[in-house]
């Protein structure tokens, strides 16, 4: 039964076949192993209006706004947090009852592709009544924060900084945000009181599952995980370009290096496609791309104690004519020598004065 289940969920992290791709894949980011951000355009009914009498404005119409992420525990890809918000009496009846938004994870690969599309296709009601973003965290600065040897910048220190600056961004596009809903990361009493200083006019609640509980961020959960979908197959099918074009060099069949890359499944270390992909691509002396979360403990294992990469040791050699300068402060000075002489560690006699 359990097997069953883990089946189930790895098959619905899975990207639809035909995944939609949205505005927010940057394929020159994605490449490079960036991370970035993407900010929908604010539909006109939400901006602030001009008053014709003064030089003051009308703020537009009070709005929702909820966070939520995708891909927090996958080995490879990005971590995507996702952003969405509109008029505060539309939530229930426009996601709810209208679209059917629900958190990504129990909805199928498809359901949520199509509902991504008609979020970015003009003229429909979401796309002229709501707005949404996202912030693209790369494998590679994941890893490379979270490796560092010093004041290591983990994972929800990460997402906090993520969530905090797709916010900030909404408000500066002139948005009139009076609630403000994500799904926690960690304590949400503690998660809650430091936005609530961060954005004191807005009433914010974090909560736990909060993508089944409010509207708003199961449509900022639909964005997360079908951009980070997407981002998977682009990424995916850079490699795919790649052995194609080795293999037609090679004068072998390129059916047959398809067959066996049909798919590096979910990205997440739990998914067999995953573990096999990364096996069978493994770099003996680099390990994989930008792709891969090197400090995730898949990654590790393989490269550290499977024995497959090539271990790398950077020898520190003493320099015999280097000299720690703080030997020139200590012990006691030869009472014949001049204090000024041996100031710079060399003994010169006092004749030179």
């Known amino acids: 039964m359990a097997d069953s289940q883990m089946d189930e969920d790895i098959t619905r992290e899975i990207p639809a076949a035909d995944v939609f791709v949205a505005p927010s ?16 355009p604010v539909p006109p009914i939400l901006l602030p209006t001009s ?6 404005t009308t703020p537009g119409p009070p709005c929702a706004l909820g966070v939520d992420e995708a891909g927090r525990g996958p080995v490879l890809g990005p971590m995507v947090y996702g952003l969405f918000y509109l008029p505060l009496p539309l939530s229930d009846p426009l996601l709810r009852t209208t679209h059917q ?17 008609k979020l970015c296709t003009p003229a429909t009601d979401l796309y002229t009544q709501c707005g949404w973003a996202v912030d693209v ?12 040897p010093t004041s290591t910048y983990n994972l929800n220190a990460q997402a906090m900084d993520a969530t905090i600056a797709l916010i900030e961004g909404v408000y500066k596009r002139g948005v009139n945000v009076k609630e403000i809903f994500i799904d926690t990361i960690g304590n949400p009493a503690t998660y809650q009181k430091k936005l609530e200083k961060i954005f004191p006019t807005a009433q914010i609640i974090v909560a736990k599952k909060a993508d089944s509980l409010y509207p708003c961020v199961s449509a900022a959960s639909v964005c997360a995980k079908v951009t980070r979908d997407a981002a998977l197959e682009v990424l995916y099918e850079s490699y795919t370009s790649f052995d194609m074009q080795d293999e037609e060099m090679s004068g072998t069949t390129v059916a047959t290096k398809i067959s066996e890359e049909a798919s590096w499944g979910s990205g997440y270390p739990s998914d067999a496609r995953c573990t096999s992909w990364l096996r069978r ?4 002396v680099f390990g994989w791309g930008s792709e891969c979360r090197f400090s995730w403990g898949t990654a590790k294992d393989m490269l550290d104690t499977k024995g497959a990469a090539t271990k790398v040791e950077w020898p520190v050699e003493e320099d015999e004519e280097t000299t720690k300068l703080t030997l020139y402060f200590g012990g006691e000075k030869d009472k014949d020598i001049h204090e000024l002489g041996t100031w710079y560690g060399t003994s010169v006699g006092t004749e030179v004065f």
């Open 101 to 117: 938004f629900d958190d990504s994870k129990v909805l199928t690969p498809t359901v949520r592709s199509n509902l991504m599309e």
């Open 51 to 56: 008053n014709a009498d003064s030089e003051s």
């Open 281 to 284: 691509n493994m770099d003996p």
């Open 137 to 148: 965290m790369s494998a590679r600065d994941i890893g490379a924060n979270m490796m560092k």
């Open 25 to 40: 894949i940057n394929c020159t980011f994605l490449f490079s192993g960036a991370s970035y951000t993407h900010f929908s």
